[in-house]
């Protein structure tokens, strides 16, 4: 995938390369986090799709 970060996130589109690299990917899989800007941005917004939350099902059918 491509992504045009501008798009998404002003913040990350204004960062230095250095500051974009320094990344890491969220436990449960589905974002990236940039912790020298404080930027939060989900995997599937970014490439136009959505996912179900395994936790959010989890705990709806525990409701039942």
């Not at 890491?24 to 930027?39: C, M, N, Q, R």
Request: glycine letters at 4%; aromatic letters at 6%.
């Amino acid at each position: 995938y491509e992504v045009d970060i501008a798009r998404h996130s002003k913040i990350l589109a204004k960062a230095n390369p250095a500051q974009r690299s320094n990344f890491s990917i969220s436990s449960s899989g589905y974002g990236i986090h940039w912790p020298e800007i404080d930027e939060d941005l989900s995997i599937d917004a970014m490439i136009g799709i959505k996912h179900d939350c395994p936790l959010a099902a989890r705990a709806a059918a525990t409701k039942r």
